[in-house]
């Protein structure tokens, strides 16, 4: 599922989606950007918009926009004892702290917080 939400200062958007749900939502924007006419005046401005959020889509979906990468070495040893239920909670946990704090990437720290606040939380 698309979930799509305005930046701080309302000047953007933020889409999130797996890889299939953002290719499909690239190809229809660029269908309905090579639908109009970039030659023509009014349009050329419209196509021109179109055109450069698909690009910013397709970069997102081919994982060009992602800054950071996550050593999921590193978080092995913190994840044993845990269920697979509550591995999968601690992940939740860390995207929702990602979306909600918009500043925020998502980091080997943060899933460590989630993972280490759900070994706290079942594991005292």
């Known amino acids: 599922m698309l979930q799509a939400f305005p930046t701080k200062n309302g000047t953007g958007i933020s889409i999130f989606g797996d890889f299939r749900e953002l290719n499909l939502l690239y190809d229809t924007i660029h269908h309905f950007g090579s639908i109009l006419d970039e030659n023509k005046y009014p349009e050329k401005a419209q196509h021109l918009l179109l055109m450069n959020f698909a690009y910013e889509v397709r970069k ?19 994840i044993n004892g845990l269920s697979h239920a509550e591995i999968s909670l601690a992940c939740i946990d860390a995207i929702k702290e990602t979306v909600l704090n918009e500043k925020q990437q998502m980091t080997n720290d943060l899933i460590l917080k989630a993972i280490n606040d759900r070994n706290a939380a079942y594991h005292k």
């Open 60 to 78: 997102s979906f081919s994982g060009q926009r992602f800054t950071k990468k996550i050593k999921f070495k590193d978080l092995l040893p913190k």
